[in-house]
Each structure stands twice: as C-alpha cells, then as structure tokens.
C-alpha cells in the first residue's frame, strides 16, 4: 500500500470513530426517561400480597439451595 493510500485509509477511519456518542447518548436518555417514568413509586408502600404461600411458608425455601430445591423452582408452578 502507499503512503498515500495509507493515509487515506487512516482519514477515513478516524472520521467513523465518534460513533461510541451517540449509543452513550442513547443510554443516558434511556435511564434518565426510566427514572422520570418510575420516580414517583418511590414512595408507595411494599405489597406482601403472596409472599406467605411463595416464600415464607414455602417448605422448599426454608430447606435451603440444594440441587433438589433448585430442580423444584424450575419445575413447580405452586407455593409448595
């Protein structure tokens, strides 16, 4: 390749390099339009509505992370 060539080569790759911007761009309105959307449940309640069968009195839970306990939650579709 020749010189010139070469620094062809370099000019119009440098020119595409800025690109990176505008995805940061994109992800920094994404998470500022997120928290405008989801702000104000920032001061509702925790609703327990089926944490008592699901999880507190779950028998497959209180036993702990088995491999029988993890098989279970992939394969069950009830609270215990």
């Known amino acids: 390749m ?4 070469q ?4 000019t119009q790759r ?3 390099a800025p690109t990176w911007g ?6 920094g309105v ?5 928290l405008f959307v989801y702000a104000p449940n920032l001061d509702h309640d925790f609703v327990t ?7 507190v009195e779950n028998e497959a839970i209180a036993q702990g992370l088995t491999l029988e306990t993890v098989g279970w939650a992939f394969r069950s579709f009830r609270g215990s």
């Open 49 to 55: 509505m089926d944490d008592y069968p699901y999880v």
């Open 2 to 5: 020749t010189d010139s060539a």
């Open 14 to 16: 440098s020119s595409a």
């Open 30 to 34: 994404l998470v500022v339009l997120t």
């Open 7 to 10: 620094d062809e080569h370099r």
């Open 22 to 27: 505008w995805g940061a761009l994109a992800c």
